[in-house]
């Protein structure tokens, strides 16, 4: 299984919503990240777990939370958004940093109203 | 810190012939070298990496890359496309903590 799953696939919500999203792994994989990306611009890290703890977080506003239950599992707690956060959400995963193999997955289409 | 420049936003080129995607990179440190590719609407997949060893790198689906230290470059070619390449391609560095991505180069492939 080389798959890095992300849930959901599209979430819509408004500006007072809280919603989750979520990231799997079943690799062995103690890296894990967030990335966002808008339309027409490449992927920014947002965050960086390493063996379960926060080991970068990119000067993400707060309303952006990651957690990192398990070193399978990732979320990403949001929460007052605002429309520009509009984006494509990526995971991704690696075995210990960027000098091995990543694998991202397919992303999650937030749209924020 | 390390960056990226991909020199062209879009590339067309027609179906079986080559092409090659630029990229040059700048970092104070020893690097790795990636190149993804994204279709519309999805995540980003690997086709091939630096890591160390030989300079040149053969990826997936035919493409292959080419590690140039002094010219800074890790440029992206294939010899013949085909129009299911037609995708947006980004070059990656990393100092191994974190991963930069270039602009992203559009390849259109056209019949």
């Known amino acids: 299984d080389t798959e890095v799953t992300q849930t959901p696939k599209h979430l819509v919500m408004g500006m007072t919503n809280k919603k989750s999203l979520k990231c799997e792994q079943h690799?062995?994989?103690?890296?894990m990240y967030w990335y966002k990306q808008k339309a027409k611009k490449p992927p920014e890290l947002m965050f960086v777990y390493s063996y379960e703890k926060l080991s970068i977080n990119e000067s993400v506003p707060s309303r952006f939370s990651p957690e990192c239950p398990n070193s399978s599992l990732l979320n990403l707690h949001l929460h007052a958004l605002q429309p520009e956060d509009s984006a494509l959400y990526l995971c991704?995963?690696?075995?210990?940093?960027?000098?091995?193999?990543?694998?991202f997955g397919q992303g999650t289409r937030l749209t924020v109203v | 810190a390390q960056s990226v420049t991909q020199l062209d936003s879009q590339v067309p080129v027609f179906e079986e012939a080559p092409v090659e995607l630029r990229c040059n990179y700048s970092s104070s440190v020893s690097v790795y070298l990636f190149w993804y590719v994204q279709y519309p609407n999805q995540g980003l997949q690997l086709l091939l990496k630096?890591?160390?060893?030989?300079?040149l790198v053969k990826g997936i689906n035919g493409f292959e890359a080419e590690f140039n230290k002094s010219q800074t470059s890790f440029h992206l070619r294939k010899p013949s496309v085909h129009i299911s390449d037609t995708a947006e391609y980004f070059c990656a560095v990393s100092n191994g903590n974190k991963l930069v991505f270039g602009a992203g180069t559009i390849l259109r492939v056209k019949s």
């Open positions: 630096y890591l160390s060893g030989s300079t």
């Open positions: 991704a995963s690696s075995q210990k940093g960027w000098d091995t193999e990543a694998f």
């Open positions: 690799m062995g994989h103690r890296a």
